[in-house]
């Protein structure tokens, strides 16, 4: 039996040699020579008669116990009807306007990404149900980093195509798109190795919402390759070589450079003439942030810290919905409710004392004739310390995975660069929640695990640029390098980050309670993501490189 610290103590049910279940035994039980004692439970999207499938093979294994069935429940969502719905037309809305900016900026070759990303949610979701999987938060918000990805893999090559053509090297549309996808398959294959290498660890080396996390990303990761680089390049390649086209390339949407990249050219700023002031700014706001944690803390959610539940039994049927927004306009908006049986439901809260169960139980009472207390009790942590120390060993892990395949990619000193800024990113994330109160729960958890895979994809695109550069002209100075590489970059920067904010924002305005403050944390992550990778990681990287005395190669 493993010791308690190990997120794989289970027990192995086995009949004719086959596992039947491996249920995770609850850290009180005592393990020495055996189990001594205690109990586990079995947890599954069970129908009643796969459930009692189950009791049946359970009670004909060889286990040297009897196998009772203590209590069995069906219990609904954590996220209301209404809150689903509302999440769902979020996610649709805020999918159609990204669309529609695609195509605004990239005309043709933008409708036709547009098609290859709905591709990409047609394979993710046939992979998902291939592999029985169940779609959770943190499950979500993998795919939404997968379509951020996505997006920013089709935003890359069709940017590196109107270079081409802006250069004249490439007469016409459809060669100069052919050299983009080119040129821009090296960042792609970095960001979304990357991103796989994450992905993978999380899934071997976590449990629970965290590998469930690992699922999702894996394959969307590899569902948006398969959707920019094969369906992307076919459906555009086919259509830039008609005939009307050739006459009319302004309608592809590569014969022009486009406004961001228009401005940059006329102007040319020079963003890194002061490196130092980058870094000056980007320590101030890391230690306001910081400050913010020492000052307020950390308010842990349920998940983390355990608390109270109750349930009831009414007289007449309660909908969910109806009591979360009761419970929030008595003073507990992060109270759980689902439904546990007809006429039955749980509240889930954190500790509270015996004045606020009262009051918890007059809001239920005020919202049907009858309200009968039949279960009232305190839980631990969902989220509990083995499976803490799990996510965080593999977290640690996957970060130092990537640090090396970055320092065999780009060298020690972007790669070291790279995972600063990611740290950057993550502090602040955390500080601004402390600052405003937000609790630190499975959803936000959900959102810093996509902040850092978006954080490593904005800081590769910006170094692939810089390495290209700096072995075209091997003698110019790194600052130099760099500030062309920001300003080639920019109008990437700007588009991407363009087509993911709508959908966050469609999330954070119309997604409701539940999911606001997941798309407030991916909001600020992009834009700190963002900032980072042009502001905080380039001119740590020059400042290195000027320690090191120019000595190291790109």
């Given at each position: 039996?493993?010791?308690?610290?190990?997120?794989?103590r289970r027990v192995a049910i086995v009949l004719d040699d086959k596992i039947v279940s491996s249920p995770q035994v609850d850290p009180s039980v005592a393990c020495r020579s055996g189990i001594s004692g205690g109990s586990t439970q079995i947890t599954g999207t069970f129908d009643s008669s796969e459930a009692k499938e189950l009791a049946l093979l359970v009670n004909g294994g060889?286990?040297?116990?009897?196998?009772?069935?203590?209590?069995?429940?069906?219990?609904?969502?954590?996220?209301?009807?209404?809150?689903?719905?509302?999440?769902?037309?979020?996610?649709?809305?805020?999918?159609?306007?990204?669309?529609?900016?695609?195509?605004?900026?990239?005309?043709?070759?933008?409708?036709?990404?547009?098609?290859?990303?709905?591709?990409?949610?047609?394979?993710?979701?046939?992979?998902?149900?291939?592999?029985?999987?169940?779609?959770?938060?943190?499950?979500?918000?993998?795919?939404?980093?997968?379509?951020?990805?996505?997006?920013?893999?089709?935003?890359?090559?069709?940017?590196?195509?109107?270079?081409?053509?802006?250069?004249?090297?490439?007469?016409?549309?459809?060669?100069?798109?052919?050299?983009?996808?080119?040129?821009?398959?090296?960042?792609?294959?970095?960001?979304?190795?990357?991103?796989?290498?994450?992905?993978?660890?999380?899934?071997?080396?976590?449990?629970?919402?965290?590998?469930?996390?690992?699922?999702?990303?894996?394959?969307?990761?590899?569902?948006?390759?398969?959707?920019?680089?094969?369906?992307?390049?076919?459906?555009?390649?086919?259509?830039?070589?008609?005939?009307?086209?050739?006459?009319?390339?302004?309608?592809?949407?590569?014969?022009?450079?486009?406004?961001?990249?228009?401005?940059?050219?006329?102007?040319?700023?020079?963003?890194?003439?002061?490196p130092r002031r980058w870094l000056a700014a980007s320590a101030a706001v890391l230690v306001l942030a910081a400050s913010g944690i020492a000052v307020r803390g950390l308010d842990f959610g349920v998940e983390f810290t355990g608390g109270r539940l109750i349930e009831y039994t009414t007289a007449t049927p309660v909908d969910p919905d109806r009591a979360r927004t009761a419970l929030?306009?008595?003073?507990?908006?992060?109270?759980?409710?689902?439904?546990?049986?007809?006429?039955?439901?749980?509240?889930?809260?954190?500790?509270?004392?015996?004045?606020?169960?009262?009051?918890?139980?007059?809001?239920?009472?005020?919202?049907?004739?009858?309200?009968?207390?039949?279960?009232?009790?305190?839980?631990?942590?969902?989220?509990?310390?083995?499976?803490?120390?799990?996510?965080?060993?593999?977290?640690?892990?996957?970060?130092?995975?990537?640090?090396?395949?970055?320092?065999?990619?780009?060298?020690?000193?972007?790669?070291?660069?790279?995972?600063?800024?990611?740290?950057?990113?993550?502090?602040?994330?955390?500080?601004?929640?402390?600052?405003?109160?937000?609790?630190?729960?499975?959803?936000?958890?959900?959102?810093?695990?996509?902040?850092?895979?978006?954080?490593?994809?904005?800081?590769?695109?910006?170094?692939?640029?810089?390495?290209?550069?700096?072995?075209?002209?091997?003698?110019?100075?790194?600052?130099?390098?760099?500030?062309?590489?920001?300003?080639?970059?920019?109008?990437?920067?700007?588009?991407?980050?363009?087509?993911?904010?709508?959908?966050?924002?469609?999330?954070?305005?119309?997604?409701?309670?539940?999911?606001?403050?997941?798309?407030?944390?991916?909001?600020?992550?992009?834009?700190?993501?963002?900032?980072?990778?042009?502001?905080?990681?380039?001119?740590?990287?020059?400042?290195?490189?000027?320690?090191?005395?120019?000595?190291?190669?790109?």
């Open positions: 039996c493993p010791p308690a610290g190990d997120p794989a060889a286990l040297p116990v009897p196998v009772e069935t203590i209590e069995q429940r069906t219990v609904g969502p954590t996220l209301g009807a209404e809150a689903i719905t509302a999440s769902a037309w979020a996610a649709v809305i805020g999918t159609a306007v990204t669309s529609l900016f695609i195509i605004a900026v990239y005309r043709l070759v933008g409708a036709l990404a547009t098609v290859a990303l709905a591709c990409y949610g047609l394979i993710s979701y046939a992979a998902l149900a291939a592999l029985g999987a169940t779609l959770t938060l943190p499950g979500l918000a993998g795919f939404v980093l997968a379509i951020g990805m996505a997006v920013d893999a089709n935003v890359l090559v069709f940017e590196r195509a109107r270079e081409e053509y802006a250069s004249r090297h490439r007469p016409t549309p459809r060669s100069s798109l052919t050299v983009g996808f080119r040129k821009a398959f090296s960042a792609i294959a970095d960001s979304n190795i990357t991103t796989l290498i994450a992905a993978g660890l999380l899934f071997f080396l976590a449990s629970g919402p965290v590998r469930g996390f690992g699922v999702t990303l894996g394959i969307g990761v590899l569902a948006s390759m398969v959707s920019a680089l094969v369906i992307t390049r076919a459906l555009a390649d086919h259509a830039v070589a008609r005939p009307r086209l050739r006459r009319h390339p302004h309608l592809t949407g590569i014969a022009h450079t486009g406004t961001v990249r228009d401005r940059l050219t006329r102007t040319h700023p020079n963003l890194m003439r002061h929030a306009d008595a003073g507990f908006p992060r109270a759980v409710v689902q439904t546990s049986g007809d006429n039955q439901f749980t509240v889930r809260t954190h500790q509270l004392s015996n004045a606020q169960a009262a009051t918890v139980t007059d809001t239920i009472t005020g919202l049907t004739h009858q309200a009968d207390k039949i279960r009232d009790e305190a839980i631990g942590p969902s989220l509990g310390k083995e499976l803490r120390q799990g996510a965080l060993i593999a977290l640690v892990v996957a970060l130092g995975a990537q640090l090396v395949y970055l320092a065999a990619r780009f060298r020690w000193l972007l790669g070291t660069s790279a995972v600063a800024a990611l740290a950057h990113d993550v502090v602040i994330l955390i500080g601004i929640f402390a600052w405003l109160g937000k609790p630190i729960d499975g959803v936000f958890l959900a959102a810093l695990l996509t902040v850092i895979g978006y954080s490593v994809n904005d800081s590769v695109v910006v170094f692939d640029r810089i390495r290209e550069l700096g072995r075209r002209d091997g003698k110019a100075p790194l600052a130099r390098v760099a500030n062309e590489a920001l300003l080639q970059t920019l109008p990437r920067t700007v588009n991407t980050g363009m087509g993911a904010a709508f959908i966050l924002t469609a999330l954070a305005v119309l997604g409701g309670e539940t999911l606001t403050d997941f798309a407030l944390a991916l909001l600020v992550g992009l834009v700190v993501g963002t900032y980072s990778s042009m502001f905080t990681a380039t001119p740590l990287a020059i400042q290195l490189h000027q320690r090191t005395q120019g000595r190291t190669k790109f």
